[in-house]
């Protein structure tokens, strides 16, 4: 009698065991089909707090894959009205973050004031200008939009449609 009720348990836990497992892999599979996919993420906007950044600061964070450079500009860093973005009395250079080259990630030098690529040595102003070396054409600005003091990436806005046109 004690063997049959032994094996009863045994029974009871290991059917308990195995829905317990079986049940876990049901709400990862579950979890997985309401993730939104990766191309819809990877297409999504990005909000960037722009009040946070210091004057002469440089932000780079990742948009799409892609490096984005958001540089707060100091009052004797060089202005550009064709491609600065403007929020309030701040003056900001977003661009792409890729040597219009071949694609190297250029650094920013705050004492010169130039985006340095050390690939072939191709150079950028502050407001990703080309100005010496191989790379063929300034940097990309992307899409974007000032809401308040937040900058929404991949929208295009009022700010970047103005600043598109004045390049037509
Ligand atoms: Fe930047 Fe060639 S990739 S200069």
Same mark, same amino acid.
């Given at each position: 009698m004690a063997l049959c009720q032994n094996r009863r348990d045994f029974i009871g836990i290991a059917f308990g065991g195995v829905a317990a497992v079986g049940g876990i892999f049901a709400l990862g599979a579950m979890k997985k089909s309401w993730d939104p996919l990766p191309s819809v993420q990877s297409a999504g906007f990005v909000t960037v707090d722009l009040s946070s950044i210091?004057? %002469?600061?440089?932000?780079?964070?990742?948009w799409r894959g892609k490096p984005i450079f958001i540089l707060r500009k100091t009052v004797d860093t060089p202005k550009n009205e064709q491609r600065d973005v403007l929020v309030g009395d701040k003056v900001f250079t977003l661009v792409v973050g890729l040597c219009t080259h071949l694609g190297c990630i250029p650094y920013y030098e705050g004492k010169s004031k130039v985006f340095k690529c050390a690939c072939h040595g191709?150079?950028? =102003?502050?407001? %990703?200008?080309?100005?010496? %070396?191989? *790379? *063929?054409?300034?940097? =990309?600005? *992307? *899409?974007? /939009?000032? =809401? %308040?003091?937040k900058l929404v990436l991949g929208?295009?806005?009022?700010?970047? /449609? /103005?600043?598109?046109?004045k390049k037509a």
């Open positions: 210091a004057e %002469g600061e440089m932000k780079t964070l990742q191709g150079e950028f =102003d502050a407001s %990703g200008m080309n100005t010496f %070396g191989p *790379p *063929p054409r300034p940097m =990309d600005i *992307p *899409p974007f /939009k000032i =809401d %308040g003091e929208e295009e806005g009022l700010e970047y /449609k /103005k600043l598109m046109a």
